[in-house]
């Protein structure tokens, strides 16, 4: 079992930065691949990036390739997303899961209960 808590959510300028962390409990986190994920109002939640159990592998989003970057530290069972160059058009609210290394929703077993993510133009 694996219990996550995102925060580092906000609003900001367009052009800015937000860096989100997700606190993972339970001694399995280092077994699992980490992913974030985000929706935003009347849209599909969609995949942003994720990484391997080790960290070796990351993939992204085209949509934030570039600008954003996913990074973990298993000693201390936090994985972080910092974003940079933020648009209005990242607004959503920003989800942690935990599970196999994938860009799919379904192969992610545990979820956090999401951080507000507001970009102003």
């Known amino acids: 079992q694996v219990q996550l808590v995102e925060s580092g959510g906000g609003l900001v300028q367009a052009g800015g930065s937000l860096r989100l962390s997700c606190a993972a409990s339970?001694?399995?986190?280092?077994?699992?691949?980490m992913g974030w994920f985000r929706q935003a109002p009347g849209k599909e939640r969609e995949f942003v990036t994720a990484?391997?159990?080790?960290?070796?592998?990351?993939r992204y989003a085209d949509s934030v390739k570039g600008r954003f970057t996913i990074s973990r530290d298993n000693g201390k069972n936090t994985v972080s997303l910092q974003m940079n160059s933020l648009k209005p058009e990242d607004t959503a609210v920003y989800y942690c899961?935990?599970?196999?290394?994938?860009?799919?929703?379904?192969?992610?077993?545990?979820w956090g209960q999401g951080t507000q993510v507001t970009v102003s133009s």
């Open positions: 899961a935990a599970g196999t290394y994938s860009s799919s929703s379904i192969d992610y077993r545990y």
């Open positions: 990484i391997s159990w080790g960290g070796g592998s990351t």
């Open positions: 339970g001694r399995t986190f280092s077994t699992f691949a």
